[in-house]
Nanobody
């Protein structure tokens, strides 16, 4: 029904910043709970940050609190993940994910609750 599309990954050095972007193939991004997940060398998909479709409540994985910021620009219909003070352990493929339309309840940190996934964008942080 819809396909998130990510962009903005790249190769940076520790301490640098990147901003990832995500769109939802013409769907209004502010009608879906959205999240960023990542899959690194552990081969385990990990919740990074999420935002509610209404009210702009956010949630972050502990290791990125204070460094990463998830946000939406509704005029541009784009979701962002601003990543500052990047560390080598942040190296991973980052995925944009969406739940079903207008979900009720808190932000989920479980990948099984997300119905739509992008192809991923590679972030590599060198030391």
């Amino acid at each position: 029904q819809m396909q998130p599309v990510e962009s903005g990954g790249g190769l940076v050095q520790a301490g640098d910043s990147l901003r990832l972007s995500c769109t939802l193939s013409g769907r209004p991004i502010n009608r879906f709970d959205m999240a960023w997940f990542r899959q690194g060398s552990r081969k385990e998909r990990e919740f990074v940050a999420g935002i509610k479709w209404i009210g702009d409540t956010t949630n972050y994985e502990d290791s990125v609190k204070g460094r990463f910021t998830i946000s939406r620009d509704n005029a541009k219909n784009t979701l962002y993940l601003q990543m500052n003070s990047l560390k080598p352990e942040d190296t991973a493929v980052y995925y944009c994910a969406a739940r079903v339309y207008a979900t009720i309840g808190p932000i989920s940190t479980s990948g099984v609750d997300y119905s739509y996934w992008g192809q991923g964008t590679q972030v590599t942080v060198s030391s």
